[in-house]
């Protein structure tokens, strides 16, 4: 399934970089979201994005910031990070609720595993 | 507050049998889905299942069926003849529902299965 992808897949960067985590679904959905996977915890939902306006915040700190220029891209753009950022990020994207059963989900993709040293 | 709870933090299962990872919810909402992903140790999330909550019957994907018994909030994943490349962590998600068209999931700490030769 490549329907969503990721780049770069793995990413290591130091506190005072900045760079950027991209994603595009070739999907044809309308929502977009990023998560974050930290060892020994659950997912946790940072961003989301529905037909290019960001809907959500969920308490995330400024050194992420998000840009959606169109509903098939979305970006992370990140700088000054801390070693506990280190995770996995994980993008999906979702058709959105007036279609029924199975169209509500959302698809991932392979995601991008960063460590900050 | 939804929640979603996995109970099992670890399964294993022998190569060909079944095996059933158990998922209780919480939610006040008479509307909602529950979904399975799957997680290899490469990092994507697979979807593998859906069961809407007015889904009169239980879903079914191949070798997946999800026993959902809403009077007791439960949606175990059935996985049958599991198969060495079943072994992955496996995440039960619920639907929560949003102002606008996209919408939010809730994960579990999910379940690690290991299929044995």
């Known amino acids: 399934e490549t329907g969503v992808t990721q780049t770069p897949r793995h990413l290591v960067m130091g506190m005072t970089n900045k760079k950027s985590l991209k994603c595009e679904q070739h999907?044809?959905?309308?929502?977009m979201y990023w998560y974050k996977q930290s060892a020994k915890k659950p997912l946790e939902l940072m961003f989301v994005?529905?037909?290019?306006?960001?809907?959500e915040n969920n308490s995330v700190p400024s050194r992420f910031s998000p840009e959606c220029p169109n509903s098939s891209h979305l970006f992370l753009h990140l700088h000054t990070l801390q070693p506990e950022d280190s995770a996995l990020y994980l993008c999906?994207?979702?058709?959105?609720?007036?279609?029924?059963?199975?169209?509500?989900?959302?698809?991932f993709g392979p995601g991008t595993r960063l460590l900050v040293l | 507050a939804q929640k979603i709870t996995q109970t099992q933090p670890g399964m294993f299962v022998q190569e060909k049998e079944a095996v059933t990872l158990d998922c209780t919810y919480d939610t006040s909402d008479p509307s909602y889905g529950l979904f399975w992903y799957k997680q290899p140790s490469s990092g994507e999330m697979i979807f593998l299942i859906y069961?809407?909550?007015?889904?009169?019957q239980n879903a079914t994907e191949g070798r997946y069926s999800l026993n959902f018994q809403k009077a007791r909030k439960s949606a175990n994943l059935v996985i049958s003849a599991s198969q060495l490349g079943d072994s992955a962590m496996y995440f039960c998600a619920m639907r929560e529902p949003r102002m606008d068209s996209s919408y939010k999931l809730i994960f579990g700490s999910g379940t690690r299965l290991l299929v044995r030769p």
């Open positions: 999906a994207s979702s058709q959105d609720e007036s279609h029924r059963g199975g169209a509500e989900t959302q698809y």
């Open positions: 994005y529905n037909f290019k306006e960001q809907t």
């Open positions: 069961q809407g909550s007015y889904d009169q």
């Open positions: 999907l044809g959905h309308n929502a």
